[in-house]
């Protein structure tokens, strides 16, 4: 007999390249061993090459889409990435916000492309921090989405560490601070909550630009998570499987390369 597997829900963009958004997410909580359910916030023109338009799904149909999701499949996780703006955002908000609303949330802040490009408006960041952190079991921000969040500068651990706190403040349970682009050799990975902190250290992995590591990363640690893994040990294990995935990552041509998960 196939073993049951515990639903994670992806929310956020379609990245039609599926390099990252929620193909990618899907991708990761497979590998992860859950089983993935989506629903898009966006719709993206983009490819491994270049990012042209972000368009957002209307509200109603996330909100929609939410409650029949919630309604037929038992969700144990939810991984939110993309919220295009502060429409979607509320309606995301509204749905977690019941009570059919799982109790792993993995909250992967994406506010810019790779490229630049705006995925969250300034009303939406606000709306976020309000409405969203609250929720969330653990927050995934790299350097600039930290920053960008509390509004502080960050430069090292120590005050990596200080603007996590910030983020807990808001009512979310632990902060991941990705370390990828911090300088130096060894890559540092800040997991600060309540009661303290613990750094994931490790060697940078010289592969060139790859593409969706911080959406494997977030729902991998969601997948890892509903089936009851403790929180460092899901994150180490996230870690280790986006790592593999540098590893084996691949590219069908012009442009960064995709992870290779499996």
Known sequence: MSKVRQVVLAIGGLDPSGGAGLLLDAAAI?????????????????SAVRFEEA???????????????????PVRGVKLGALINAQVVEAVAEALGSSRCPSTVVLDPVLKSTT???LLDE???????????????????????????????????????????????????????????FEGEVAADLLVHRSGFHAFEGPRHKVGEVRGTGCALASAIAAYLVQGIGLEAAVQRAKDLVAN????AFSFGRGASVLGLH
């Open 116 to 118: 630049g490009r705006t």
């Open 245 to 248: 995935g540098l590893t084996n």
């Open 123 to 181: 009303a939406g960041q606000r709306l976020l921090k309000e409405k969203l952190l609250p929720l969330a079991t653990i927050v995934t921000p790299n350097r600039s989405e930290l920053e960008q969040l509390t509004s502080r500068s960050v430069h090292d651990v120590e005050s990596a560490a200080d603007a996590a706190g910030v983020l807990l403040s808001f009512g979310c349970q632990a902060v991941l601070v990705k370390g990828g682009h």
């Open 55 to 73: 368009q957002a799904v209307r509200p109603a149909l996330v909100r929609r889409s939410l409650a029949l999701v919630l309604e037929d499949l």
């Open 30 to 46: 497979r590998a992860a061993g859950a089983y993935p359910a989506a629903v898009a916030t966006a719709l993206t023109v983009q």
